[in-house]
């Protein structure tokens, strides 16, 4: 790392005497009494109030009928997964997954548990290119690879960010190719997508919705994630296969492969501490953005897009991306990365060790799924010689967005980074 606390553009500079985390849990006290009741009540395990609160919360404020708490994103996505692989070919044989000789689509720009449940249900992923409008899924790049492989019936799609995806036009796609969505809204709750005159939250605009409660996240139980539906049938599948399968017996009887994959009570009340403040979030995380944007208006830099109009975000992470013109020479292997410091330019990486030298964490854009080492050999769509998720991982990163982060630490942060462009 460059020694960048006596680099002459950074004078004057001090590094933070408290680090700004790129997003911490912010508590607000509620979560102490929660969890606190569950524990002096001795309902500590996957069923008491606090999962009861949760589950009907988290379905009003989405507008999903039927909530099933479970214990991570990862849980949810995998059950939706399943679930939508059991309509659409059947229960499998006993010890075989339920995608076997089957892919799927999904979106290339994200973190790895998107894709992840597709593997352990032993099916092929295809990664579809992302657009610049909204860093997610391209629905051309879709459209295409349904030309090329018409028998696909399942599409994962991750909102990137806090910035829901097209889903509309993805919906649409998928559902004139006779393919169901699992939609992934980790990063996304408090999002929505107007669709007509409608505004649907994020997690309902697909036909099966998985929520995330990681620590990072817009709201937290430090873990825990959510399916949610519209449908009574689908959420007592979910339920059922969440507690291992257990039979309506007298006796431990089991008919189908189940999971360890229910809420704990105690986490369930961290979450419902925190769901009071869901909106009171977003908005902080939309002054963030706003300051950024207005505070790096003057460099070769564009924020993350937010889709004004056709959404509402949830600012989850600020990201920028650095204009062509204005990156240095940057390369990056598996795990190495080296940059070569020209006159008026940066890069992500560049970027990323000054804010760390000054104790702000940052990270680089999700490195796309088809360029991981477990995916290289999947097959890859893109809608025409282009490579947009490619483009948006070389040149983007992701900002400190830390709720507790002040205006005063942001402004220096901001410096940071345009003193990084001097000569």
């Not at 994200?110 to 409008?133: H, K, L």
């Not at 509402?312 to 070569?340: H, P, T, V």
């Amino acid at each position: 790392m460059a020694d960048y606390l006596n680099d002459p553009r950074f004078k004057g500079i001090r590094p933070f005497a408290k680090k700004v985390w790129l997003a911490s849990p912010t508590m607000h006290g509620d979560e102490y009494k929660w969890t606190g009741e569950a524990i002096l009540t001795n309902w500590v395990s996957t069923y008491g109030e606090n999962i009861i609160e949760v589950e009907k919360r988290l379905g009003e404020i989405t507008g999903c009928r039927y909530v099933v708490g479970l214990g991570s994103g990862t849980a949810a996505l995998h059950l939706a997964v399943r679930l939508a692989a059991h309509k659409l070919f059947g229960k499998p044989e006993t010890a075989r997954g339920s995608l076997v000789g089957h892919r799927v689509f999904c979106s290339d720009v994200t973190f790895n548990a998107s894709t992840n449940p597709v593997v352990y249900e032993n099916g092929d992923p295809v990664f579809i290119d992302s657009e610049y409008d909204t860093w997610n899924m391209d629905p051309e790049a879709l459209d295409r690879a349904f030309e090329l492989y018409p028998d696909v019936k399942l599409v994962v799609v991750a909102h990137l960010y806090g910035t829901p995806a097209r889903m509309d036009e993805i919906r649409r796609i998928a559902h004139e190719h006779g393919a169901a969505v699992v939609e992934d809204a980790a990063e996304s709750l408090g999002a929505s997508l107007k669709i007509g005159s409608e505004w649907i939250q994020t997690g309902r605009l697909g036909d099966y919705g998985a929520i995330s409660f990681n620590g990072n996240k817009i709201i937290t139980g430090s873990a825990g994630g959510a399916f949610i539906t519209d449908s009574q049938e689908d959420a007592d599948i979910i339920r059922k296969w969440s507690t291992q399968s257990r039979d309506n017996a007298a006796w431990y009887q089991h008919s189908q492969t189940g999971y360890n994959y229910r809420m704990s009570n105690v986490i369930a009340g961290v979450i419902r501490g925190q769901m009071p403040y869901l909106f009171d979030h977003i908005e902080q995380k939309k002054r963030i953005y706003e300051r950024y944007r207005e505070g790096l208006a003057d460099l070769p830099v564009k924020m993350n897009p937010i889709n004004d109009g056709a959404a509402i975000c949830n600012y989850w992470l600020s990201c920028m991306i650095i204009d062509e013109e204005a990156m240095c020479f940057f390369e990056r292997g598996d795990f190495k990365q080296s940059w070569e410091k020209e006159k008026g330019k940066s890069c992500p990486g560049e970027i990323l060790e000054a804010l760390a030298a000054f104790n702000a964490e940052g990270r680089p854009i999700w490195k796309p799924m088809h360029m991981q080492p477990l995916y290289e050999k999947c097959a890859y769509v893109t809608k025409d010689d282009g490579n947009v998720g490619e483009d948006i991982f070389r040149r983007g990163l992701c900002l400190p967005s830390d709720i507790k982060m002040t205006e005063e630490e942001q402004d220096i942060i901001i410096d940071i980074i345009h003193r990084c462009f001097l000569d």
